[in-house]
């Protein structure tokens, strides 16, 4: 079965960079899009980052997502960051029959 | 502004049914796969069941073993799913989402409703 694999945390301190990685256990990441999805604490998740690289409109430029084909992850960068950002991001992406696949989630401390 | 608003969740004994509905607006409907999506209680995001735009292809988590059943209505920009033999183990929000990406032909940018709770107890 096709699994994402999350760090479970990352914290770094307002202003910075942070990467959060999304690591495919099996085929290739590159097969099919992935998708990034921000969840704050008592909220429903919000798309950020789809079709790997694309931003919803009213997303700011400051999240960003690469496809690594050499290590078969994804990543979510999200620079100058804002306390705002602190949240549940969880990776999404489709096995080899169309099923949806989610990682299990990052949670993102900013401090 | 796209809406996604589900309705139906509530408190259910174990064994016993709900059926969840999703009413979708600003958004063409008709044109989306459709996805259910839950998380339990503290827990991550878990994939339920998926539907294509015109109901032809239609899919579920191994792990609901049969119990679940997935439908919509294009002419109401509705929807569903049936719950039956309900678990404790069910218990979790409930999230209509249309999911990010192309899949099947079909190609969304990412839409999530608000959830409703489903509650599986005696």
């Known amino acids: 079965n096709f699994m994402l694999t999350q760090p479970h945390s990352v914290s770094e301190s307002p202003g910075k960079t942070v990467t959060i990685s999304c690591t495919g256990s099996?085929?290739?990441?590159?097969?099919?899009?992935v998708q990034w999805y921000q969840q704050r604490p008592g909220s429903a998740p919000t798309t950020v980052i789809y079709?790997?690289?694309?931003?919803p409109s009213g997303v700011p430029d400051r999240f960003s997502g690469s496809i690594d084909r050499s290590s078969n992850s994804a990543s979510l960068t999200i620079s100058g960051l804002k306390t705002e950002d602190e949240a549940d991001y969880y990776c999404?992406?489709?096995?080899?029959?169309?099923?949806?696949?989610f990682g299990g989630g990052t949670q993102l401390t900013v401090l | 502004e796209v809406q996604l608003v589900e309705s139906g969740g509530g408190l259910v004994k174990p064994g016993g049914s709900l059926r969840l509905s999703c009413a979708a607006s600003?958004?063409?409907?008709?044109?989306?796969?459709m996805t259910w999506v839950r998380q339990a209680p503290g827990k991550g995001l878990e994939w339920v069941s998926s539907?294509?735009?015109?109901?032809?292809?239609?899919y579920y988590a191994d792990s609901l073993q049969g119990r679940y059943t997935i439908s919509r209505d294009n002419a109401k920009n509705s929807l569903y799913l049936q719950m039956n033999s309900l678990r404790v183990e069910d218990t979790a929000v409930y999230y209509c989402?249309?999911?990010?990406?192309?899949?099947?032909?079909?190609?969304?940018?990412?839409?999530w409703g608000q959830g409703t709770l489903v509650t599986v107890s005696s």
């Open positions: 079709e790997d690289n694309q931003r």
């Open positions: 989402a249309s999911l990010g990406g192309c899949i099947g032909g079909s190609c969304s940018p990412g839409y």
């Open positions: 600003a958004f063409t409907f008709s044109s989306y796969r």
């Open positions: 099996s085929g290739s990441i590159a097969s099919n899009y």
């Open positions: 539907i294509s735009s015109g109901s032809h292809y239609i």
């Open positions: 999404q992406s489709y096995d080899s029959t169309n099923h949806p696949v």
